[in-house]
């Protein structure tokens, strides 16, 4: 019986997955540009520690999401989120003189099994900067992939993507994020 509190983490096939956190009460631990270097740092070197390889990520004071494939079997997600919880929290803690503190709160995964699916959430979260009014081009905000993403995509993959709409893509995303900067 699945635990009715939580997300359910169902894993063990590779594939592609989005991922979606934010923090305990939504509280804005990585406000500031050393604080957001920090997670998006960890993220990107802790997601190839662990074998995922990042398609797309965005990270903000109160929450990230990131779609990546898996190694050929996901079941290591945990540990690699774990990983990234501790080390970030630990950090911002250390910052803020607050041990024990508690900093992240569940994450959620889904599993993009199927194309379409996939390429408009890799838009959505490249964009997801715009999505919350940080910036009007999301290539204008450092700690997401989308300028990452327009330098080394093959053109028509960048066209394809691109075109998609994410107007009615469903991704658990009721954060406010604050100035970031």
């Not at 960890?42 to 990230?64: C, G, K, M, P």
């Not at 599993?111 to 009007?136: C, D, F, Q, W």
């Amino acid at each position: 019986m699945d635990w009715p509190h939580a997300p359910v983490h169902r894993l063990g096939h590779g594939g592609a997955f989005i991922v979606t956190c934010g923090t305990y009460l939504k509280e804005h631990h990585f406000r500031g540009r050393d604080r957001l270097a920090l997670l998006h740092d960890t993220l990107i070197s802790l997601a190839d520690r662990h074998e995922w390889r990042l398609q797309a990520w965005a990270v903000f004071s109160n929450h990230y999401h990131f779609i990546a494939t898996s190694p050929d079997d996901a079941s290591n997600l945990p540990r690699f989120i774990s990983h990234l919880h501790t080390a970030t929290s630990s950090a911002v803690n250390k910052l803020d003189n607050t041990p024990g503190r508690k900093v992240w709160h569940q994450y959620r995964e889904t599993g993009l099994t199927y194309e379409k699916s996939y390429l408009a959430r890799l838009k959505y979260v490249a964009n997801n900067p715009v999505h919350h009014g940080i910036v009007l081009v999301a290539t204008q905000y450092p700690w997401c992939s989308a300028a990452w993403f327009e330098r080394t995509a093959d053109t028509a993959f960048f066209k394809t993507v691109d075109s998609f709409k994410v107007d009615r893509v469903n991704v658990d995303d009721d954060f406010q994020p604050g100035h970031e900067c």
